[in-house]
């Protein structure tokens, strides 16, 4: 069973960036397809970005494309979320969601789920 820690959330104005990472403890890291989705207050989970096992192939979610980035360093076991052009509408938690040989969708999400971090954007 893979644990996922997020992190690098907080708050940010309007145009700025940040960069999450989803750190995982399973050694086995390349057995996992990896996404990240985000909650903001009073409104459901939404799918962000999806990276499969390999980092060869990406899904986003039309708000996230041109300014977020997914990518994965299998040599840190460490998932990434590049966000440019921060928006306030952008402001929610984020979570790092992990499928076992798979790949992490819109639609089922993950086995996997992280905690989450609070990702705020101000005007």
């Known amino acids: 069973q893979v644990q996922l820690v997020e992190s690098g959330g907080g708050l940010v104005q309007a145009g700025g960036s940040l960069r999450l990472a989803c750190a995982a403890s399973?050694?086995?890291?390349?057995?996992?397809?990896l996404g990240w989705f985000r909650q903001a207050l009073g409104k459901e989970r939404e799918f962000v970005a999806a990276i499969n096992w390999s980092g060869t192939s990406t899904l986003y979610a039309d708000f996230a494309k041109g300014r977020f980035t997914i990518s994965r360093d299998s040599a840190k076991n460490t998932a990434y979320l590049q966000m440019n052009d921060l928006k306030p509408e952008d402001t929610a938690v984020y979570y790092c969601?992990?499928?076992?040989?798979?790949?992490?969708?819109?639609?089922?999400?993950?086995?996997?789920w992280g905690r989450g971090t609070q990702v705020t954007v101000s005007s």
């Open positions: 969601a992990a499928k076992y040989r798979g790949t992490v969708t819109a639609t089922l999400g993950g086995d996997y």
């Open positions: 399973e050694r086995t890291f390349n057995n996992y397809g």
